[in-house]
């Protein structure tokens, strides 16, 4: 049987790149697969978090992927915490990886970057314990973006270390899930950086909650070039922000580019950006709403977690059961 295991960070404003490269995804894999999504608040807290804005974060993003389409009833949808296996496999393999194979974490390095020094002991273990979410649940397969690939990668050397080390067939070959391709939404301000929470501009992404004016006045901003838009995909070459905006455009609309600007290719930028508007307000808008609605219910939103969490540990407990007896632990 096929089982999903993907992540998310509790970072407040889920933007346009997280619904199209990710979330929007995760919706629809539901029924194909057994699905657990996580809100990971354990990896968020290897850098700083302020606690009330974690915990707000955290329901905010439950909201927003069950605003999207997700269903908690037919899949696993609990905050990572929820459930202790995850942090005490992520201990057995904090034993089974090599400091080398972390070393090599461009991840870390970026995060960390001048100041490893004074970066937290979880900052550089981080993918041992993605490696542990995945495999606390033998997850056969994990949607992951591009910058998660590594980490990926990391979690089959866990496995095969571990099953060599212990002389068993035990964990499975973790497949990556390679999402469509418009998924890299980049910043609305420079075609050439991710869309990010990060980023100071306000105007370089567009949120979930923005609601039908915000969208309409972040596209209006966006930056583009002075030149029409054109008709075929080698004409966006080197030119970045055309590339992106058509890029969403072709992925809200679930076409091809191709086909995205056999319809749209000699339009001036503000004809385009009216329909990218239109466009965008009618996926999101209700999404965003909905989202709303839902996150002030903090009963219901926790509740969801809970119960997502007894159904995370039903699945993790028998397995961390036989992974104790394969290392040589008295079972508790
Ligand atoms: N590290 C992932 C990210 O930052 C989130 C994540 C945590 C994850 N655990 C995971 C993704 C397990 C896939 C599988 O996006």
């Known amino acids: 049987m096929n089982r999903i295991f993907s992540g998310i960070q509790p970072t407040g404003n889920l933007h346009l790149g997280n619904y199209l490269g990710a979330i929007r995804n995760w919706v629809d894999l539901q029924g194909e697969y057994e699905c657990l999504y996580c809100i990971v608040d354990l990896h968020a807290i290897t850098v700083w978090q302020d606690p009330a804005e974690l915990l707000a974060s955290t329901r905010e993003v439950t909201a927003g992927l069950i605003a999207s389409g997700i269903d908690p009833e037919k899949n696993i949808l609990f905050n990572q915490s929820q459930n202790p296996d995850h942090a005490s ?5 904090n034993c089974v990886a090599r400091l080398g194979w972390l070393n090599r974490m461009t991840q870390f390095k970026e995060k960390a970057g ?11 273990a981080y993918p041992n314990l993605m490696a542990a979410d995945i495999l606390a649940y033998k997850a056969t397969h994990v949607p992951v973006g591009d910058d998660q690939k590594q980490h990926l990668e990391l979690c089959r050397d866990i496995a095969q270390k571990f099953n060599s080390d212990f002389g068993v067939e035990y964990f499975p070959e973790v497949e990556p899930l390679i999402l469509g391709p418009a998924t890299r939404v980049m910043s609305l301000r420079d075609g050439r950086n991710k869309m990010s929470k990060s980023d100071p501009s306000e105007y370089s992404r ?3 909650t923005d609601g039908p004016d915000g969208i309409a006045q972040k596209i209006r901003k966006a930056k583009t070039d002075p030149d029409a838009l054109p008709s075929e995909v080698k004409g ?9 905006l058509v890029g969403i455009y072709a992925a809200l609309a679930r076409k091809s ?8 290719g000699g339009q001036q930028f503000s004809e385009f950006k009216g329909g990218l508007t239109e466009l965008a307000v009618s996926v999101l808008g209700p999404i965003g709403e909905e989202m709303q609605r839902l996150v002030v219910d903090t009963d219901y939103i926790d509740g969801i977690l809970r119960q997502g969490g007894t159904k995370a540990r039903a699945i993790s407990g028998p397995i961390m059961r036989e992974i104790q007896e394969i290392v040589g632990f008295v079972q508790p």
């Open 89 to 93: 496999l992520a201990w057995i393999f």
């Open 114 to 124: 001048k100041h490893r020094e004074n970066a937290s002991v979880g900052l550089y």
């Open 206 to 208: 567009i949120t979930l």
């Open 236 to 244: 966006l070459e080197d030119r970045p922000e055309a590339t992106n």
């Open 257 to 264: 580019r191709e086909d995205v600007l056999a319809e749209v």
